[in-house]
Nanobody
Framework: QVQLVESGGGLVQPGGSLRLSCRAS????????MSWYRQAPGKERELVAR????????NYADSVKGRFTISRDNAKNTVYLQMNSLKPEDTAVYYC??????????WGKGTLVTVSS
């Protein structure tokens, strides 16, 4: 049974930091690219950051470059999103995604991040 379980969301003041985690099970984590997406109220889901299976390459949305860092620990089947210098516009539900072409495309249920004073 495939599971992606996000954690680490919450309420943080502007300028603060949060670290999201996504623990995977039920598939070969180390062979999947992992991504974080987010969806703000009234907006479409958007890609925040992606990391390839080996961790050797990452890419980011322009809106988070220099503030967010995606990483993974294949020994722990976990992907992380370190979010610094948070802004109110970062408020959204953050989703973990695992994808491998022709094998699977899996989603977590999301974790809410609220940036507000």
């Amino acid at each position: 049974q495939v599971q992606l379980v996000e954690s680490g969301g919450g309420l943080v003041q502007p300028g603060g930091s949060l670290r999201l985690s996504c623990r995977a099970s039920g598939f070969t984590f180390s062979s999947f690219s992992m991504s974080w997406y987010r969806q703000a109220p009234g907006k479409e889901r958007e890609l925040v950051a992606r990391i390839i299976s080996t961790g050797g390459s990452t890419n980011y949305a322009d809106s988070v470059k220099g503030r967010f860092t995606i990483s993974r620990d294949n020994a722990k089947n976990t992907v992380y999103l370190q979010m610094n210098s948070l802004k109110p516009e970062d408020t959204a539900v953050y989703y973990c995604n695992a994808v491998r072409w022709a094998i699977g495309d899996y989603w977590g249920k999301g974790t809410l991040v609220t940036v507000s004073s």
